[in-house]
């Protein structure tokens, strides 16, 4: 790790004002201070959120959950509110790491940093959620532009994340064996209108998959993606996974989504 | 007192530290004055140093020094050794490249040692760190065990980067079975190359003091005491007498810390080149380039069998990777630690082993848990089973009908096997899986859409490293006894000194409740010294499931004395014949009389033998005061432990994903001294083998970049990966040592590979290897359909 200053801040407008070109937010920490220690990253001054109030709290307002950026996935996955709400959404949170992790990684977090195996993402695109900013309203699909890459702008914050409740959904993850993040992820939601379909972890940032979303439109059950055959050539391939396996398991994920959604 | 220690559930004399995080281990040593220390490693595989500029680095803040070859030469400091000699078929020594503690003109991996900053804090030897400038001019790798003898030689002199072709066994005897064979059963296996993962990466302290001239190197070592003579001996660092090293708490090493590194050599010999503390702790990466890894073979195998199932012939021709350098105990462990074993359990009346060691642009590789046992029971154990089914024989039958049936048994390669009953561990593992209603299972898996398989293993170890005189004749540079002392303070407490090292085993209770046996003392007045060449006598440290066997034996022998000696005392004391003194349960007792001392009061007399009163001195004429007694012990033969573990798995086809849903084993260890303990070596044997199988992989790319050099991309097991394991024994005592017992600490991971392996591949109906991943088999299975499709 590199010498940096260090901000604790009590509001976003404060947090806001800190920010500069050689500036980082520290929320839950949990992919930041790693890439710091290891040098992968460094910044003149770390700005740390932890303790801006206003950013916490749940909150189930008509069709949408309403979940503030510093909410940790443990408190997502213990929510009797979420789950009742949106099962899939407290099933993903619990889903994510290991315990140290869900206890100190955020939503915004995790949203911000946008790994491309990171499972919230998905949540975003097939939830139809709304990325609530310091400054803006952003729809999550304009929001996740590219691996590691989000539209926020320099020092601008995210502050909530307002998902949208589906009739049923379901999140079903093909963890890689070594780091447990998405090898493929799967987000399944169903709703009055649509379905929407979401995979994380097999490109470069999270997408939504037209095939599957497709033939679940016509026919939601597990049987209608039989005969989805996936493209590989757009996929990702590592030691762990090839394209084709992966197109593979994006297939098996979605059955398994659609007969587990609820 | 009198219920025995020995053979009972003891809880572990070490777990109130270690679970309430006071375990000191070398990091959390602070040393007045200290410095930081941070090496420089190569990014490159293969490459020439054409030159280092550390001035830049050399002007930062806080930087005391650089030190590179250049200095190291200077100070005449000798490179790495590698201890155990082989000799070619063809009769010449193996090829060793220089080794040098810091690289002088070529690096040979990633990770490779180039220069070490030293400064006042971490934080500044790293910054400088990034001042270095070296020149490399980056060359070719060699990375694969396979290609290393088609590829330009990387080692000055070393041609097809070979550093021996070494043989063992009968060849002419063995064609002959094979020419006389009615079927012939021949594979192909890849051991895959394994990260140790040791808890505690590995650190190293030195501490030099100009007063009295002594050296002290705190550092992460399984065998600190040869460290100091190989330090001593070979790379000059300082006079053994004025050198003292101490491996504290020590995290795990799972053979990783046997040898020293060149980071211990460097950073003992900064200490004393800057006259201050130098203080380096490894990072997790650089743990993963830098310790030396393990496994790594190609191996070409065959079965000569008759029709009746009986084997009489085995060949098997192996390429074991060395990586950039020959490390301390490379050489031996594809040789003598991996050839005597290819037989496993069977009685085979003829084999012949060849193994070529290769250098490639890779990590050094030497022991890791098990140490060439592993790639050889992997070896037979396999071709066992794809033996029986091309036999058509049940696999369970046909390796029955091969066991070894009479002890002792001579094999026709090396070990002279004094005893074991392999039928009875493997009938009783047969039962404890239940494998008579193994298909009712796969047809309860299958109505679940899945497959499910099940696996055999049987394997023995020749353990209890070593009867000095046979390994010294086969090229060790050392012997392999081990010694004891046993202390008794005047108070009636006692220290026992052990030249072994205990870094997750156990030893301060295991060794603890022999000498409660044998003394009769309570547990918590026995202390186990260990760990430090000032305190107890020299000794070869812990690795090769020798520690009980050969370090407990020392320590048992080292009682005697003291019981012969106490009886000589108490004798006197009491006024009888020492021939009639009987000891038990901490007691000298003259029989059929109310006479007796405890042995607290014969160690208080023999530290104070003036203090008695009718009688002058307890101490006979003669006998000197002190109760302390030292033994050496040279086993007579290795132990030989053996057991039959079975595994059942499940795979999801559609994703590949395999599950071990069981996992049984039973293990003849001999006597047990802590079954506790013993069951705890298991579960951590079988989550390394069962890791090997099915996850962990040390993968280089195609230009010698460790690409899993994280647990983001080397899978660690986790305990969600693993069943509840059914663990059983059965007992059949070494008699090579008067404990009667084995050793245990590697049996786990040298069984369980070929378990699972056979169970994934019985399941999935097609050859799959090392490690068996989600993909793999998943694979696999396609590629099976697909040419059932071409072919309907």
Same mark, same amino acid.
């Given at each position: 790790m590199k010498a940096f200053n260090f901000h604790e801040v009590k509001s976003v407008k404060e947090a806001t004002k800190l920010a500069s070109n050689k500036s980082t937010f520290l929320a839950g920490g949990m992919t930041l201070i790693p890439s710091m220690k290891m040098r992968l990253s460094s910044f003149s001054d770390v700005i740390d959120i932890k303790e801006i109030k206003e950013l916490y709290g749940i909150k189930v307002k008509g069709k949408s959950v309403i979940i503030g950026a510093n909410t940790k996935h443990a408190d997502v996955a213990a929510s009797k509110e979420v789950r009742k709400a949106v099962h899939s959404l407290a099933g993903l949170a619990e889903g994510i790491g290991d315990p140290q992790v869900r206890n100190c990684g955020t939503l915004g977090g995790s949203i911000s940093n946008n790994d491309p195996t990171a499972c919230y993402p998905s949540a975003c695109i097939a939830l139809d959620a709304t990325i609530h900013t310091s400054s803006r309203k952003v729809d999550a699909e304009n929001f996740f532009t590219g691996m590691f890459e989000t539209s926020l702008k320099k020092g601008e914050l995210v502050t909530? $994340?307002?998902?949208?409740?589906? %009739?049923?959904?379901?999140?079903?993850?093909?963890?890689?064996?070594?780091? *447990?993040?998405?090898?493929?992820?799967?987000?399944?939601?169903?709703?009055?209108?649509? $379905? *929407?379909?979401? $995979?994380?972890?097999?490109?470069?940032?999270?997408?939504?998959?037209?095939?599957? %979303?497709?033939?679940?439109?016509?026919?939601?059950?597990?049987?209608? #993606? @039989?005969?989805?055959?996936?493209?590989?050539?757009? #996929?990702? /391939? @590592?030691?762990?996974?090839?394209? %084709?396996? *992966?197109? /593979?398991?994006?297939?098996?994920?979605?059955?398994?989504? $659609?007969?587990?959604?609820k | 007192m009198a219920a025995s220690m020995i053979g009972s559930k003891v809880e572990r004399k070490e777990d109130k530290k270690f679970l309430t995080g006071k375990g000191r281990y070398t990091a959390d040593i602070t040393l007045a004055n200290q410095t930081f220390a941070y090496f420089i490693r190569s990014p490159h595989?293969?490459?020439?140093?054409?030159?280092? &500029?550390?001035?830049?680095?050399?002007?930062?803040?806080?930087?005391? +020094?650089? !030190?590179?070859?250049?200095?190291?030469?200077? &100070?005449?400091?000798?490179?790495?050794?590698?201890?155990?000699?082989i000799v070619s078929k063809d009769g010449t020594d193996m090829k060793i490249p220089p080794h040098p503690a810091l690289a002088s003109d070529s690096v040979n991996y990633v990770g490779d040692h180039v220069a070490l900053v030293v400064a006042e804090t971490l934080q500044q030897a790293r910054d400088a760190a990034e001042l270095v400038k070296v020149d490399y001019k980056v060359l070719k790798a060699v990375v694969n065990t396979g290609d290393a003898m088609n590829s330009e030689s990387i080692h000055d002199g070393i041609d097809k980067n070979l550093s021996f072709d070494w043989e063992l066994g009968d060849k002419a005897k063995t064609d002959e079975a094979f020419s006389s064979a009615d079927k012939i059963v021949k594979m192909t296996l890849t051991n895959n190359r394994l990260v140790p993962n040791a808890m505690e990466p590995r650190a190293s302290i030195g501490d030099f003091n100009p007063s009295s001239e002594e050296l002290t190197l705190y550092t992460t070592s399984q065998n600190p005491h040869l460290s100091r003579l190989v330090m001593s001996a070979f790379n000059a660092i300082h006079p053994e007498h004025k050198f003292r090293i101490v491996a504290p708490d020590v995290g795990g090493g799972f053979g990783s810390k046997i040898y020293p590194y060149a980071e211990d050599v460097v950073v003992a010999w900064a200490a004393k080149r800057l006259q201050r503390p130098v203080k380096w702790v490894c990072e997790r990466t650089d743990s993963f380039l830098s310790d030396c890894h393990g496994r790594d073979h190609i191996t070409n195998c065959e079965l000569a069998i008759k029709n009746d199932g009986t084997v009489t012939g085995?060949?098997? +021709?192996?390429?074991?990777?060395?990586?950039?350098? =020959?490390?301390?105990? =490379?050489?031996?462990?594809?040789?003598?630690?991996y050839g005597p074993l290819v037989l496993g359990l069977y009685n085979i009346a003829s084999a012949y082993c060849n193994v070529k060691a290769?250098?490639?642009?890779?990590?050094?590789?030497?022991?890791?848990?098990?140490?060439?046992?592993?790639? =050889?029971?992997?070896?037979?154990?396999? !071709?066992? +089973?794809?033996? =029986?089914?091309?036999?058509?024989?049940?696999?369970?039958?046909?390796?029955?009908k091969n066991f070894i049936r009479q002890f002792p048994h001579q094999q026709c390669l090396v070990h002279n096997i004094d005893s074991g009953d392999y039928e009875a561990h493997f009938n009783k593992a047969l039962e404890l899986s239940d494998y008579s209603n193994f298909e009712k299972r796969k047809a309860e898996s299958a109505a679940k859409g899945k497959l499910r398989g099940i696996g055999f293993s049987t394997y023995i170890e020749a353990c209890g490293i070593a009867p000095s005189a046979a390994v010294m004749s086969l090229g060790a540079g050392v012997g392999l006894w081990e010694s004891a002392e046993i202390r008794f303070n005047a108070t009636g407490n006692i220290s026992v000194m052990t030249g072994t090292h205990s870094h997750g085993q156990s030893h301060d209770t295991t060794f603890a409740q022999i000498v409660a046996d044998k003394l009769g003392v309570p547990m918590e007045n026995i202390d186990l010294v260990h760990g430090d060449t000032d305190k107890g006598p020299f000794g070869m440290g812990t690795y090769g499931s020798r520690s009980l066997a050969v370090g407990g034996t020392a320590i048992a022998k080292a009682c005697d004395k003291i019981v012969e000696k106490g009886k000589k005392v108490a004798a006197h004391m009491l006024e009888a014949n020492p021939d009639e003194i009987e000891f038990k349960d901490g007691e000298f007792i003259v029989p059929n009389s109310n006479k007796k001392k405890t042995i607290g009061e014969i160690a208080f007399a023999c530290y104070l033998p003036g203090t008695y009163g009718e009688i002058k001195s307890p101490l006979p004429e003669g006998v000197e005061p002190g109760l302390k007694e030292t033994a050496f012990y040279d086993p007579v033969n290795f132990s030989f432990p053996a057991g039959s573990h079975v595994c059942e798995v499940e795979v999801d086809p559609t994703t590949g994903e395999t599950k071990v849903d069981t996992y049984t084993c039973v293990d003849d260890f001999g006597n047990l001294i802590n079954p506790m303990i013993v069951e705890g070596q298991i579960h951590g044997g079988l989550a390394q083998g069962i890791g090997q199988a099915l996850y962990e992989n040390a993968y280089y790319d195609e230009t010698g970049q460790l690409v899993t050099a994280s647990y983001m991309d080397y899978t660690m097991p986790r305990a969600d990966n693993f069943p509840e394991f059914r663990i059983d024994y059965t007992c059949t005592p070494a008699t090579s040592n008067p404990l009667g017992v084995k050793g245990c600490g590697e049996a786990g991971a040298i069984a369980s590979p070929p378990a699972v392996m056979n169970a994934v591949i019985d399941a999935i109906g097609t050859e799959v290897s090392m490690p068996a991943t989600s993909e793999k088999v998943w694979k696999a299975l396609k590629d099976k359909s697909d040419t059932k499709k071409k072919a309907a």
């Open positions: 909530a $994340v307002e998902f949208q409740i589906p %009739e049923k959904s379901c999140y079903i993850k093909f963890p890689n064996p070594a780091s *447990r993040y998405a090898m493929v992820g799967v987000y399944i939601a169903k709703f009055k209108k649509e $379905v *929407r379909c979401a $995979v994380t972890g097999a490109q470069s940032v999270v997408y939504r998959c037209k095939e599957i %979303e497709k033939a679940l439109n016509n026919n939601f059950s597990e049987s209608a #993606l @039989d005969s989805v055959s996936l493209k590989s050539s757009n #996929l990702n /391939s @590592d030691i762990h996974a090839s394209a %084709e396996y *992966r197109a /593979s398991l994006i297939v098996s994920c979605a059955q398994k989504a $659609v007969a587990g959604s | 595989a293969r490459a020439k140093i054409k030159n280092i &500029d550390t001035s830049k680095a050399k002007k930062a803040s806080g930087v005391i +020094d650089v !030190l590179t070859a250049k200095e190291l030469n200077e &100070d005449k400091i000798g490179g790495l050794i590698a201890g155990w000699k085995l060949k098997v +021709d192996t390429i074991a990777n060395l990586g950039g350098y =020959a490390s301390l105990f =490379a050489t031996v462990t594809p040789t003598y630690l290769v250098y490639t642009n890779t990590a050094p590789v030497d022991a890791y848990r098990g140490a060439g046992r592993p790639e =050889a029971t992997y070896m037979i154990e396999r !071709l066992m +089973d794809k033996a =029986a089914k091309e036999m058509g024989m049940d696999r369970a039958e046909f390796r029955k």
